[in-house]
């Protein structure tokens, strides 16, 4: 068969053209090659059901020896394919162990062609059927052939039938395809954090104010709001509100705060393991006269929290470790008896990140080999499912039916479904650059998603040697990562304009956009050649190469774990990155020519910086200065004197130039001598409620205000 021979059909805006191996969306075209448009078509007259590997290799390579790995090509270049034209919208479905599905259904051109069996044989006739009988002796060989293949075809249905896996049987009562996105809180200022009441009347969220005054402090509150948007204040804290969530019978609504201890400043400092402290507050709330009938708060926790749920209507269970350096484990709490157990830890979710319950079913969200693993748990907590997912962290919670979970990743900006048989349905998202997506929460009759969107912008100011402030950039835009050339005549930038990331250079005041492609994730951090002309820049888990002079840009490393750029020699085909693996940061050394890569510490990397050839580090919550020479690799301790959790922004023959603090809480810019020791201040702000990104001993620094962003919560219908 001619697999071009086929009717052409439509997978939402995607239009496919298998006559053409071609296929169109938003004006544009991709073209594929012949045997993956096959694997397209072939799932799409198939797709009601899932389809094996062995069953694509079967109809679609027939007579030639070839692997799963055929199929994965296949399927990689089409997912590829439909990135390019829609984004990160998943088309195919993949179930372990079982196959591929479409996620959305194909509307044919033509009249549907029908789907091919599940591997039964098709009877074709060899013979005509007024000769079947023209002799005797024929007659009954026939009879004869009929009856064993009539035996062998009753055999093969039955063992198909025998072996062929149980299908999940999932009633889904919840909507995945929505039309429009309502302000459901359109004050000013910062909403966030809906959890929708059981009785799909009430809201629960977080509200919060900016406490200039208070070294970037924030001020935060609890709000419930009824069906006429009228709201009842019913928490107040100078901490911030963290996780809220509402017992099954919405009765109590839990929320967590988080504070630091008393003397100790808002914020971490610098590269420090998060040391909150942690309070849980218990609300029993009276909802039809407004009346708060009774509060608890638990005893403080102290280490992390990253999930709160409910059990029952009197036992909570949070996802947490007790101090910075211990374990992630799974606790329940009674409130009744006031006790606290440890969960037993499930076999192969040895590091649990979040969990979910509705009605005593479990989902539970770990790390594995540095990817999401989802688990369903029956109230016994044996496995109903496991699912491999390809995000590094997520935010869960139950749709309200109880077929699956919703899962949004912030980095990846994906919203989609994940049901206890596997299936992923992807919820689509405004693609909006300048916002920050979190929180989605279903409404408890599906028929809508809350979530939390957050307006990023700023600029980015110069501040010269003596103090003195200009603006770099004068717009409403979300200016960041701006970073100085190495001799401080330029200056570039990532900037989200028109709903489009690039990168721009500042050069004699004036500025131009440098990169001609839109950049599809957030920038990280920017770093320059020691000539000038070549820059480095992290996007997501992606590093790139930019040249100035042929206004070039190139994908040097895609990685699983997050990568940040530290030096880069462009003759030498070598760059140096810090590679995050968890809550651990090493430097690499990373050939770009022979793609070979090289670990240069095992601990925990705080700050680096180059000079020279050579790389500048402190490890996280150590004192002293360390340099990864050029030359021949060797690590050498500079320094034991340098004041631990230090940010060190650039390094010279004689020291270090380095700041103190944390988040939007920073120093004055320090100066540390080799020689003699000693730390003095080269540049004084009075102004500490910033965000450095760059430091030139001749120019001054770059850095951008803190503030708290607008942020509203909207509602998909």
Known sequence: MDNNNKHGFTLGELQVSPSHNQLTARGQTVKLQPKVMAVLHYLAINHERVISNEELIERLWAGRIVTHGSVQKSINA??????????????????????YQLTIAPRFLTASPPAATDNQPEIVPTAQTNNLMDTGGRGRRLKVVGIVTGVLFMLALFGYYAVKPSVMVIAKHHKTSFQTAIGYTNETGHERNAVPHPDNQHVAYIREKFNASGLGETESEIVVRDKNGKDWRIAHSNGSWFKLAWSPAGKHLVAIEVKRNDGQSFSPNFYEKPNYLYSFHIFSLDLAH?????????SQWQGRIFSVTWWDENTLEFVAKQGPNSVTARYRYSTQDQSLSMLDELEGATNPVASAVLNKKTALASLYKNAIQIDFLQEDQSRISRWQLKFSAVDISWIPDGSG???????ARTLLALYLDGQQIQIPLTDSKDRVFSRPRYLPDGSGIFYTEEKRSSNIWLMALAGTLSRLTENTDFNYAASFSPNGEKVVYASVRNNQIHLWLVENGQERQLTSQPIAKKVGAIVWSDDGEHLLYNAGTHLYHYNLRTAATSLLLSESDKVEPIAFYPNAHKLVVLKSNHELRNLWRIDTQNHQQKQLTFGSVGSAVENSGDVFFQYASEPGLWALRNKNDALEQVTPNLAENTKVLRADSGGVYFIQG?????SDIYYFDYATTTTSTRVARANKIVSTTSFHP?????????????SNIVLLK
Do not use: P, W
Request: glycine share 8%; with cysteine.
């Open 405 to 411: 979970i919703l899962v949004y990743s912030e980095d």
């Open 290 to 298: 407004n009346r708060l009938i009774e509060k608890q708060q638990l």
């Open 662 to 666: 944390g988040l939007c809480r920073e």
């Open 78 to 99: 089409l997912r590829s394919a439909f990135t390019e034209l829609m984004g990160d919208q998943e088309l195919i479905a993949h179930y372990s162990k079982r196959g």
């Open 698 to 710: 001749q120019k001054g620094v770059l850095q951008t205000d803190c503030y708290l962003a607008e």
